[in-house]
């Protein structure tokens, strides 16, 4: 069965510090597509990223860079030089090819930036 | 605006009532979710269609659930004889059809927050 574990339920931190947010994963499927997404104060669910498991190039965008490790199950997220706006809940999620399209999402973590 | 569109966004209902949401996907997207949310919790998957057929049901929804997507665009989420336990957000989300598997990215709607009295 599929499963995401953040472990982190809240990080605090002060504007301009770097901050990484955990996510670990289970599952038995060789092919699957793990995701990151952001949920401000708004509510609504905003895509950041998609990796599937044949890839595991580190990513940059910005400040943000994503780090995906298969021997260890994780697919870590750090912000650079974070800043207020940076403030929400990021949530994990995992597709495994034979479950269809259905997200698995971790239980989140809240991230505030303090000014 | 060409995003996920959900309505109501807010519904407050009394214990027994039906409800019915409705979801507008990205108009060029054929499948469309079905989530919920409750406080402090991640999303958890209710269900899917691909264009009009509804491909994949959890064990969450129960009888009391259910969805509709009659012509392969936009969809509806019955509940009916609300319960307390109901209360919590709903949310829609739409993908592309390229392909097969899970690769395709969801995008989300605002959601409908359901209380239920």
């Known amino acids: 069965a599929q499963k995401v574990t953040q472990a982190q339920t809240e990080i605090s931190v002060v504007e301009k510090e770097d901050v990484t947010l955990d996510c670990v994963y289970e599952?038995?499927?060789?092919?699957?597509?793990l995701f990151w997404y952001k949920q401000p104060p708004s509510g609504e669910l905003v895509f950041l990223i998609r990796?599937?498991?044949?890839?595991?190039q580190n990513e940059i965008s910005g400040r943000y860079s994503w780090n995906f490790q298969k021997s260890t199950s994780s697919f870590n997220f750090t912000i650079t030089a974070s800043q207020v706006v940076d403030s929400a809940v990021y949530f994990c999620?995992?597709?495994?090819?034979?479950?269809?399209?259905?997200?698995?999402f971790g239980e989140g973590t809240q991230l505030t930036v303090n000014p | 605006d060409t995003g996920v569109s959900q309505d109501p966004r807010h519904k407050i209902t009394k214990r027994g009532q039906n409800v019915t949401f409705r979801c507008d996907p990205i108009s060029e997207h054929n499948r469309l979710y079905w989530y919920r949310q409750t406080l402090g919790q991640g999303p958890e998957f209710l269900t899917y269609f691909q264009n009009e057929a509804q491909l994949e049901k959890s064990r969450l929804l129960s009888d009391r659930f259910s969805a509709e997507r009659p012509k392969g665009s936009f969809s509806t989420l019955e509940i009916q004889r609300t319960e307390q336990g109901d209360s919590a957000m709903y949310l829609c989300?739409?993908?592309?059809?390229?392909?097969?598997?899970?690769?395709?990215?969801?995008?989300f709607g605002p959601g409908t927050r359901l209380t239920v009295l």
């Open positions: 599952t038995r499927d060789t092919t699957y597509y």
């Open positions: 990796r599937n498991s044949f890839d595991e």
């Open positions: 989300a739409s993908s592309g059809g390229r392909g097969t598997g899970g690769y395709n990215e969801q995008f």
């Open positions: 999620a995992l597709s495994e090819e034979t479950s269809g399209s259905r997200l698995t």
